[in-house]
Protein backbone atom coordinates (compact mmCIF):
# COMPACT_ATOMS: atom_id res chain seq x y z
CA UNK A 1 0.00 0.00 0.00
CA UNK A 2 2.89 2.37 -0.10
CA UNK A 3 4.01 3.58 -3.37
CA UNK A 4 0.96 3.60 -6.33
CA UNK A 5 -1.81 1.32 -4.71
CA UNK A 6 -4.56 2.02 -7.29
CA UNK A 7 -2.45 4.00 -9.91
CA UNK A 8 -1.91 1.46 -12.26
CA UNK A 9 -5.72 -0.07 -11.95
CA UNK A 10 -6.98 0.92 -15.58
CA UNK A 11 -10.70 -0.32 -14.34
CA UNK A 12 -10.68 1.71 -11.27
CA UNK A 13 -12.44 5.13 -12.15
CA UNK A 14 -13.58 8.13 -10.13
CA UNK A 15 -17.27 7.42 -10.15
CA UNK A 16 -19.29 9.61 -11.80
CA UNK A 17 -21.36 12.59 -10.09
CA UNK A 18 -24.31 11.89 -7.91
CA UNK A 19 -26.65 13.72 -5.87
CA UNK A 20 -26.42 10.47 -2.91
CA UNK A 21 -22.50 10.63 -2.58
CA UNK A 22 -21.16 10.09 0.25
CA UNK A 23 -18.29 11.36 2.12
CA UNK A 24 -15.36 8.80 0.86
CA UNK A 25 -16.94 8.73 -2.35
CA UNK A 26 -16.19 12.82 -2.39
CA UNK A 27 -12.91 12.16 -0.55
CA UNK A 28 -11.98 9.42 -2.75
CA UNK A 29 -10.27 11.38 -5.84
CA UNK A 30 -8.17 13.46 -3.59
CA UNK A 31 -6.76 10.00 -2.09
CA UNK A 32 -6.36 8.67 -5.21
CA UNK A 33 -4.66 11.69 -6.40
CA UNK A 34 -1.92 12.23 -3.12
CA UNK A 35 -1.65 8.56 -3.76
CA UNK A 36 -0.26 8.29 -6.84
CA UNK A 37 1.99 12.06 -6.29
CA UNK A 38 3.25 10.02 -3.54
CA UNK A 39 3.48 6.94 -4.21
CA UNK A 40 5.68 7.86 -7.95
CA UNK A 41 8.10 10.72 -6.15
CA UNK A 42 8.66 9.90 -2.72
CA UNK A 43 8.82 5.91 -2.99
CA UNK A 44 12.62 6.41 -4.72
CA UNK A 45 13.44 7.74 -0.84
CA UNK A 46 11.19 4.67 0.46
CA UNK A 47 13.32 2.52 -1.92
CA UNK A 48 16.82 3.41 -0.65
CA UNK A 49 15.94 3.23 2.99
CA UNK A 50 13.79 -0.27 2.71
CA UNK A 51 16.96 -1.77 1.02
CA UNK A 52 19.48 0.00 3.87
CA UNK A 53 16.80 -1.37 6.46
CA UNK A 54 17.07 -4.94 5.59
CA UNK A 55 21.15 -4.55 5.44
CA UNK A 56 21.28 -3.03 9.09
CA UNK A 57 18.37 -6.16 9.74
CA UNK A 58 21.21 -8.23 9.20
CA UNK A 59 23.70 -6.41 10.66
CA UNK A 60 24.20 -7.82 13.63
CA UNK A 61 24.27 -11.74 12.76
CA UNK A 62 27.21 -9.89 10.16
CA UNK A 63 29.02 -8.26 12.74
CA UNK A 64 29.11 -11.35 14.77
CA UNK A 65 30.48 -13.60 12.10
CA UNK A 66 33.48 -10.41 11.13
CA UNK A 67 34.60 -10.20 14.57
CA UNK A 68 33.90 -13.52 15.97
CA UNK A 69 38.02 -13.44 17.62
CA UNK A 70 37.93 -10.23 19.27
CA UNK A 71 33.50 -11.48 20.40
CA UNK A 72 34.52 -14.53 21.84
CA UNK A 73 37.32 -16.67 23.65
CA UNK A 74 37.48 -20.09 24.46
CA UNK A 75 35.48 -20.52 27.78
CA UNK A 76 38.23 -21.03 30.95
CA UNK A 77 37.40 -22.30 34.54
CA UNK A 78 37.61 -19.31 36.13
CA UNK A 79 37.98 -15.39 35.32
CA UNK A 80 40.27 -12.72 36.31
CA UNK A 81 39.08 -9.94 38.28
CA UNK A 82 37.35 -7.18 36.61
CA UNK A 83 40.44 -4.92 37.33
CA UNK A 84 43.28 -7.11 36.33
CA UNK A 85 41.07 -7.45 32.34
CA UNK A 86 40.50 -3.64 32.86
CA UNK A 87 44.12 -3.02 33.45
CA UNK A 88 45.59 -5.37 30.86
CA UNK A 89 43.27 -2.96 28.30
CA UNK A 90 44.73 0.32 29.81
CA UNK A 91 48.56 -1.56 29.75
CA UNK A 92 47.91 -1.91 25.94
CA UNK A 93 46.52 1.70 25.00
CA UNK A 94 47.93 3.43 27.50
CA UNK A 95 47.13 6.74 25.97
CA UNK A 96 43.73 6.57 26.38
CA UNK A 97 40.96 6.77 29.03
CA UNK A 98 38.93 4.08 30.15
CA UNK A 99 35.11 5.45 30.15
CA UNK A 100 33.25 1.83 30.65
CA UNK A 101 33.29 -1.49 30.72
CA UNK A 102 31.15 -4.34 29.59
CA UNK A 103 32.09 -7.86 31.13
CA UNK A 104 31.32 -11.01 29.26
CA UNK A 105 27.95 -11.82 30.02
CA UNK A 106 28.37 -15.60 29.53
CA UNK A 107 31.17 -18.09 29.38
CA UNK A 108 33.34 -17.90 25.90
CA UNK A 109 32.18 -14.16 25.55
CA UNK A 110 35.13 -11.23 26.04
CA UNK A 111 35.23 -8.42 28.40
CA UNK A 112 34.56 -5.23 26.06
CA UNK A 113 36.81 -2.16 27.90
CA UNK A 114 35.71 1.31 26.58
CA UNK A 115 38.72 3.89 26.15
CA UNK A 116 38.11 7.53 24.95
CA UNK A 117 41.17 8.13 22.90
CA UNK A 118 41.77 11.78 20.86
CA UNK A 119 41.38 11.25 17.26
CA UNK A 120 37.68 9.24 16.85
CA UNK A 121 34.92 10.57 15.52
CA UNK A 122 31.83 11.86 17.74
CA UNK A 123 30.00 9.38 19.65
CA UNK A 124 33.30 6.79 19.01
CA UNK A 125 35.10 5.33 21.53
CA UNK A 126 38.02 2.45 21.00
CA UNK A 127 36.89 -0.95 22.65
CA UNK A 128 39.44 -3.38 23.63
CA UNK A 129 38.56 -7.03 24.00
CA UNK A 130 39.64 -8.76 26.60
CA UNK A 131 39.99 -12.87 27.33
CA UNK A 132 38.47 -12.74 31.05
CA UNK A 133 40.12 -16.16 31.86
CA UNK A 134 43.91 -14.86 30.94
CA UNK A 135 43.70 -11.12 30.81
CA UNK A 136 44.67 -11.26 26.79
CA UNK A 137 43.87 -8.92 24.86
CA UNK A 138 41.77 -10.28 21.57
CA UNK A 139 41.40 -7.10 19.78
CA UNK A 140 40.97 -3.18 19.61
CA UNK A 141 37.92 -2.00 17.39
CA UNK A 142 35.94 1.08 17.06
CA UNK A 143 32.32 1.35 19.10
CA UNK A 144 30.44 3.58 18.18
CA UNK A 145 27.48 4.58 20.21
CA UNK A 146 25.74 3.26 23.22
CA UNK A 147 24.81 0.65 21.26
CA UNK A 148 28.33 -0.85 20.71
CA UNK A 149 27.89 -0.90 17.47
CA UNK A 150 31.10 -2.31 15.94
CA UNK A 151 32.41 -1.05 12.55
CA UNK A 152 30.68 -2.84 9.90
CA UNK A 153 27.45 -2.07 11.31
CA UNK A 154 28.22 0.93 12.27
CA UNK A 155 29.04 2.00 8.61
CA UNK A 156 26.16 0.18 7.82
CA UNK A 157 23.92 2.17 10.45
CA UNK A 158 25.22 5.26 9.15
CA UNK A 159 24.20 4.20 5.53
CA UNK A 160 20.84 3.96 6.55
CA UNK A 161 20.51 7.11 7.99
CA UNK A 162 22.26 9.53 5.97
CA UNK A 163 24.16 7.91 3.12
CA UNK A 164 27.08 8.85 4.57
CA UNK A 165 26.66 12.12 3.04
CA UNK A 166 26.44 13.74 6.64
CA UNK A 167 23.43 16.19 7.95
CA UNK A 168 22.16 16.79 4.33
CA UNK A 169 21.74 13.55 3.81
CA UNK A 170 19.50 12.66 6.59
CA UNK A 171 17.23 14.37 4.67
CA UNK A 172 16.64 11.56 2.57
CA UNK A 173 15.53 9.54 5.57
CA UNK A 174 13.30 11.87 7.10
CA UNK A 175 11.40 12.65 4.20
CA UNK A 176 10.89 8.44 4.02
CA UNK A 177 9.51 8.98 7.07
CA UNK A 178 7.52 11.54 6.88
CA UNK A 179 5.53 9.94 4.39
CA UNK A 180 5.86 6.80 4.73
CA UNK A 181 2.62 6.60 6.98
CA UNK A 182 0.72 8.85 4.33
CA UNK A 183 1.21 6.38 1.66
CA UNK A 184 0.58 3.32 4.08
CA UNK A 185 -2.54 4.83 5.52
CA UNK A 186 -3.88 6.13 1.92
CA UNK A 187 -3.23 2.58 0.51
CA UNK A 188 -4.89 0.92 3.36
CA UNK A 189 -8.55 2.67 2.77
CA UNK A 190 -8.26 2.86 -0.39
CA UNK A 191 -8.01 -1.39 -0.89
CA UNK A 192 -10.21 -1.86 2.37
CA UNK A 193 -12.74 0.58 0.33
CA UNK A 194 -12.30 -1.61 -2.81
CA UNK A 195 -12.83 -5.16 -1.48
CA UNK A 196 -15.65 -4.19 1.09
CA UNK A 197 -18.05 -5.96 -0.65
CA UNK A 198 -15.55 -8.88 -1.78
CA UNK A 199 -13.67 -9.78 1.15
CA UNK A 200 -12.02 -12.99 0.03
CA UNK A 201 -9.36 -11.37 -1.39
CA UNK A 202 -8.51 -8.86 1.14
CA UNK A 203 -5.62 -10.97 2.92
CA UNK A 204 -4.99 -13.25 0.23
CA UNK A 205 -3.63 -12.13 -3.46
CA UNK A 206 -6.78 -13.06 -6.22
CA UNK A 207 -4.36 -15.64 -8.19
CA UNK A 208 -7.17 -15.92 -11.01
CA UNK A 209 -6.99 -12.67 -11.70
CA UNK A 210 -4.78 -11.65 -14.76
CA UNK A 211 -2.74 -8.14 -15.61
CA UNK A 212 -3.46 -4.86 -14.00
CA UNK A 213 -6.04 -7.00 -11.33
CA UNK A 214 -3.28 -9.56 -10.42
CA UNK A 215 -0.24 -6.60 -9.54
CA UNK A 216 -2.92 -4.73 -7.63
CA UNK A 217 -4.23 -7.52 -5.99
CA UNK A 218 -0.95 -8.81 -4.73
CA UNK A 219 0.02 -5.06 -3.91
CA UNK A 220 -2.99 -4.20 -1.74
CA UNK A 221 -2.74 -7.97 -0.09
CA UNK A 222 1.41 -7.49 0.72
CA UNK A 223 0.56 -3.63 1.91
CA UNK A 224 -2.69 -5.37 4.37
CA UNK A 225 -0.50 -7.64 6.18
CA UNK A 226 2.49 -4.74 6.52
CA UNK A 227 1.01 -2.06 7.21
CA UNK A 228 1.21 -1.69 11.16
CA UNK A 229 4.86 -2.90 10.60
CA UNK A 230 5.34 0.49 8.41
CA UNK A 231 3.33 2.35 10.36
CA UNK A 232 5.68 1.52 13.61
CA UNK A 233 8.78 2.29 11.02
CA UNK A 234 7.32 5.42 10.11
CA UNK A 235 6.86 6.45 13.61
CA UNK A 236 9.77 5.01 15.17
CA UNK A 237 11.95 6.59 12.80
CA UNK A 238 10.86 10.16 13.19
CA UNK A 239 12.24 10.04 16.12
CA UNK A 240 15.95 10.02 14.82
CA UNK A 241 14.97 12.88 12.57
CA UNK A 242 16.54 16.23 12.28
CA UNK A 243 13.26 18.22 12.13
CA UNK A 244 10.60 16.62 13.03
CA UNK A 245 12.41 14.72 15.73
CA UNK A 246 13.23 18.11 17.16
CA UNK A 247 9.71 18.35 17.33
CA UNK A 248 8.93 15.00 18.95
CA UNK A 249 11.29 15.80 21.61
CA UNK A 250 9.93 19.43 22.68
CA UNK A 251 6.11 17.40 22.34
CA UNK A 252 7.29 14.63 24.78
CA UNK A 253 9.26 17.43 27.31
CA UNK A 254 5.78 19.02 27.54
CA UNK A 255 3.96 16.16 28.13
CA UNK A 256 6.37 14.96 30.60
CA UNK A 257 7.07 11.50 28.42
CA UNK A 258 10.71 12.01 28.69
CA UNK A 259 13.34 9.12 29.70
CA UNK A 260 13.99 9.50 33.46
CA UNK A 261 17.88 9.46 34.42
CA UNK A 262 19.79 8.64 37.54
CA UNK A 263 21.78 11.03 38.97
CA UNK A 264 25.76 10.29 38.26
CA UNK A 265 26.83 14.57 38.70
CA UNK A 266 28.16 13.91 41.78
CA UNK A 267 26.55 17.45 43.09
CA UNK A 268 27.74 19.67 39.96
CA UNK A 269 27.48 17.61 36.66
CA UNK A 270 30.61 16.53 34.42
CA UNK A 271 31.94 15.10 30.96
CA UNK A 272 32.32 11.34 31.12
CA UNK A 273 35.84 11.70 29.33
CA UNK A 274 37.19 13.43 32.22
CA UNK A 275 38.07 11.03 34.23
CA UNK A 276 41.53 9.44 34.14
CA UNK A 277 40.54 6.12 35.65
CA UNK A 278 44.56 6.08 36.97
CA UNK A 279 44.19 8.69 39.73
CA UNK A 280 43.46 6.44 42.86
CA UNK A 281 41.60 8.75 44.59
CA UNK A 282 38.35 10.70 44.78
CA UNK A 283 37.34 13.76 46.85
CA UNK A 284 36.46 12.46 49.74
CA UNK A 285 38.76 9.12 49.49
CA UNK A 286 40.33 6.24 47.66
CA UNK A 287 37.91 5.05 44.60
CA UNK A 288 37.04 1.33 46.00
CA UNK A 289 37.85 0.34 42.42
CA UNK A 290 35.44 -1.80 39.72
CA UNK A 291 35.38 -5.01 41.39
CA UNK A 292 33.55 -3.30 44.25
CA UNK A 293 31.22 -1.69 42.25
CA UNK A 294 30.14 -4.53 40.62
CA UNK A 295 29.55 -6.46 43.41
CA UNK A 296 27.49 -3.81 44.94
CA UNK A 297 25.42 -3.48 41.69
CA UNK A 298 24.89 -7.25 41.82
CA UNK A 299 23.60 -7.38 45.44
CA UNK A 300 20.93 -4.82 43.92
CA UNK A 301 19.21 -7.50 41.94
CA UNK A 302 21.67 -5.89 38.49
CA UNK A 303 22.92 -8.99 36.02
CA UNK A 304 24.64 -9.26 32.61
CA UNK A 305 25.15 -7.93 30.19
CA UNK A 306 26.17 -5.02 32.14
CA UNK A 307 28.01 -1.88 31.43
CA UNK A 308 29.91 -0.21 34.05
CA UNK A 309 31.08 3.36 33.36
CA UNK A 310 33.35 5.11 35.50
CA UNK A 311 32.98 8.26 37.43
CA UNK A 312 32.47 11.68 35.36
CA UNK A 313 34.75 13.46 37.50
CA UNK A 314 36.09 13.41 40.96
CA UNK A 315 33.18 12.86 43.42
CA UNK A 316 31.03 11.44 41.07
CA UNK A 317 29.23 8.34 41.38
CA UNK A 318 30.28 4.94 39.71
CA UNK A 319 26.68 4.31 37.12
CA UNK A 320 26.17 0.17 36.58
CA UNK A 321 23.28 -0.20 34.11
CA UNK A 322 21.68 -3.50 32.71
CA UNK A 323 22.13 -3.42 28.33
CA UNK A 324 19.75 -6.34 27.69
CA UNK A 325 17.76 -4.50 25.44
CA UNK A 326 16.65 -8.33 24.07
CA UNK A 327 14.43 -8.37 27.25
CA UNK A 328 12.33 -5.38 27.63
CA UNK A 329 12.23 -4.92 31.14
CA UNK A 330 15.96 -5.73 31.99
CA UNK A 331 17.19 -2.00 32.07
CA UNK A 332 17.75 -1.29 35.70
CA UNK A 333 20.54 1.08 36.69
CA UNK A 334 22.21 2.19 40.13
CA UNK A 335 24.72 4.83 40.77
CA UNK A 336 27.55 3.38 43.30
CA UNK A 337 29.56 5.93 45.44
CA UNK A 338 33.23 5.96 44.14
CA UNK A 339 34.35 5.79 47.82
CA UNK A 340 32.03 3.68 49.57
CA UNK A 341 30.76 1.36 47.29
CA UNK A 342 27.37 2.00 48.34
CA UNK A 343 24.64 2.81 46.11
CA UNK A 344 23.74 5.79 46.30
CA UNK A 345 20.49 5.87 43.73
CA UNK A 346 18.16 3.48 41.96
CA UNK A 347 16.13 3.65 39.04
CA UNK A 348 13.88 0.87 37.96
CA UNK A 349 12.98 0.41 34.60
CA UNK A 350 9.34 -0.69 36.32
CA UNK A 351 9.04 2.99 37.80
CA UNK A 352 9.33 4.51 34.12
CA UNK A 353 6.03 5.83 32.89
CA UNK A 354 4.11 4.16 30.17
CA UNK A 355 5.09 6.55 27.67
CA UNK A 356 8.98 6.46 28.03
CA UNK A 357 8.50 2.54 28.36
CA UNK A 358 6.66 2.49 24.55
CA UNK A 359 9.63 5.07 23.73
CA UNK A 360 12.27 3.29 24.68
CA UNK A 361 10.85 -0.63 22.94
CA UNK A 362 9.79 1.58 19.99
CA UNK A 363 13.42 2.26 19.58
CA UNK A 364 14.66 -0.85 20.12
CA UNK A 365 12.25 -2.52 17.86
CA UNK A 366 13.10 -0.02 14.56
CA UNK A 367 17.05 -0.86 15.81
CA UNK A 368 16.45 -4.72 16.06
CA UNK A 369 17.59 -5.23 19.48
CA UNK A 370 14.03 -5.72 21.30
CA UNK A 371 13.72 -9.46 21.23
CA UNK A 372 16.82 -9.95 19.69
CA UNK A 373 16.64 -12.31 16.09
CA UNK A 374 13.13 -12.63 16.11
CA UNK A 375 12.96 -8.43 15.56
CA UNK A 376 15.38 -8.92 13.21
CA UNK A 377 14.19 -11.13 11.29
CA UNK A 378 10.40 -9.02 11.33
CA UNK A 379 12.67 -6.02 10.11
CA UNK A 380 14.10 -7.90 7.52
CA UNK A 381 10.70 -9.04 6.19
CA UNK A 382 9.19 -5.61 6.57
CA UNK A 383 11.78 -4.40 4.34
CA UNK A 384 11.66 -7.66 1.79
CA UNK A 385 7.75 -6.41 2.18
CA UNK A 386 8.10 -2.51 1.21
CA UNK A 387 10.36 -3.69 -1.80
CA UNK A 388 8.07 -5.41 -3.16
CA UNK A 389 5.11 -3.04 -2.64
CA UNK A 390 7.16 -0.41 -4.24
CA UNK A 391 7.87 -2.85 -7.60
CA UNK A 392 4.39 -3.62 -8.15
CA UNK A 393 3.22 -0.16 -7.52
CA UNK A 394 5.88 1.25 -9.78
CA UNK A 395 4.68 -1.61 -12.50
CA UNK A 396 1.32 -0.95 -12.12
CA UNK A 397 1.88 3.19 -13.01
CA UNK A 398 4.64 1.98 -15.81
CA UNK A 399 1.89 0.28 -17.77
CA UNK A 400 -1.10 2.64 -17.00
CA UNK A 401 2.18 5.67 -18.27
CA UNK A 402 1.35 7.16 -21.62
CA UNK A 403 3.80 6.56 -24.53
CA UNK A 404 5.45 10.35 -23.59
CA UNK A 405 5.47 11.99 -20.24
CA UNK A 406 5.67 11.44 -16.57
CA UNK A 407 1.87 9.26 -16.49
CA UNK A 408 -1.69 10.59 -16.16
CA UNK A 409 -2.86 11.00 -12.54
CA UNK A 410 -6.40 11.03 -11.20
CA UNK A 411 -8.26 13.78 -12.25
CA UNK A 412 -7.98 17.05 -10.61
CA UNK A 413 -10.59 18.89 -8.83
CA UNK A 414 -11.91 16.14 -6.96
CA UNK A 415 -11.67 18.88 -3.52
CA UNK A 416 -14.59 20.73 -4.91
CA UNK A 417 -17.13 17.57 -4.27
CA UNK A 418 -15.99 17.66 -0.62
CA UNK A 419 -18.64 19.53 1.47
CA UNK A 420 -16.75 21.98 3.64
CA UNK A 421 -17.65 20.50 7.06
CA UNK A 422 -15.22 18.03 6.38
CA UNK A 423 -12.93 19.78 3.95
CA UNK A 424 -11.99 22.75 6.01
CA UNK A 425 -10.64 20.70 9.25
CA UNK A 426 -9.36 18.18 6.74
CA UNK A 427 -6.99 21.23 5.29
CA UNK A 428 -6.31 22.20 8.90
CA UNK A 429 -5.34 18.86 10.19
CA UNK A 430 -2.61 18.72 6.96
CA UNK A 431 -1.36 22.11 7.93
CA UNK A 432 -0.95 21.11 11.24
CA UNK A 433 0.75 18.10 10.27
CA UNK A 434 3.05 19.94 7.46
CA UNK A 435 4.60 22.18 10.97
CA UNK A 436 5.21 19.28 13.13
CA UNK A 437 6.73 17.28 10.15
CA UNK A 438 8.48 20.26 8.05
CA UNK A 439 9.79 18.06 5.22
CA UNK A 440 6.39 16.53 4.38
CA UNK A 441 5.06 20.63 4.69
CA UNK A 442 7.43 21.47 2.37
CA UNK A 443 7.65 18.40 0.07
CA UNK A 444 3.10 18.99 0.30
CA UNK A 445 3.28 22.32 -0.50
CA UNK A 446 5.44 21.88 -3.40
CA UNK A 447 3.33 18.86 -4.96
CA UNK A 448 0.46 21.31 -4.84
CA UNK A 449 2.20 24.18 -6.21
CA UNK A 450 3.36 21.61 -9.51
CA UNK A 451 -0.52 20.38 -9.64
CA UNK A 452 -1.34 23.63 -9.78
CA UNK A 453 1.09 24.82 -12.58
CA UNK A 454 0.28 21.61 -14.79
CA UNK A 455 -3.70 22.47 -14.33
CA UNK A 456 -2.92 25.78 -15.76
CA UNK A 457 -0.72 24.69 -18.17
CA UNK A 458 -3.48 22.33 -19.29
CA UNK A 459 -6.26 24.90 -19.67
CA UNK A 460 -4.41 27.57 -21.56
CA UNK A 461 -3.42 24.27 -24.04
CA UNK A 462 -7.13 23.67 -24.92
CA UNK A 463 -7.56 27.31 -25.20
CA UNK A 464 -5.72 27.72 -27.98
Known amino acids: MTSTADVGNTVDHV ?13 RP ?30 YQIEQVVYQHELTAPAGR ?8 VAAARAAHPQGTVTA ?33 TGQVRGTLESYGSSGALPVRAWISTLHRQLHLGE ?17 LGGLVLWVARRRRNRRHLLVPDR ?8 LSWHGSIGLWAVLGLLFLSATGLTWSK ?144 IALIVLGYRMW ?5 TRGFGKPYPRGGWRNVSWALLAPLALLAVAVGVFLPLMGISLAAFLVVDVLLGLRARLGSQT
Not at 15 to 24: K, N
Not at 102 to 111: D, L, M, S, V, Y
Not at 398 to 402: A, D, G, L
Open 78 to 85: TSLPLSAQ
Open 15 to 27: PPPSRERTAWAAL
Open 208 to 215: AASGPRRT
Open 243 to 386: YAGANVDELRATLDWTTPSIDVSGGSGGDHAAHTATAGHHAGGADVGVDRVAQAAAAKGLSGPLEITWPAKAGAPYLVKEIDKTAPTRLDQVAVDATSGQVSAELRFADYSLAAKLARWGIDGHMGLLFGLANQILLALLAVGL
Open 101 to 133: VRPGAEPGQTTRVLINQPGLAESTQLAVFVDPS
Open 168 to 184: PGRIYSELAASWLWVVA
Open 398 to 402: WRRRP
Open 30 to 59: LVLRLHFYAGVLITPFLLVAACTGLMYAAS
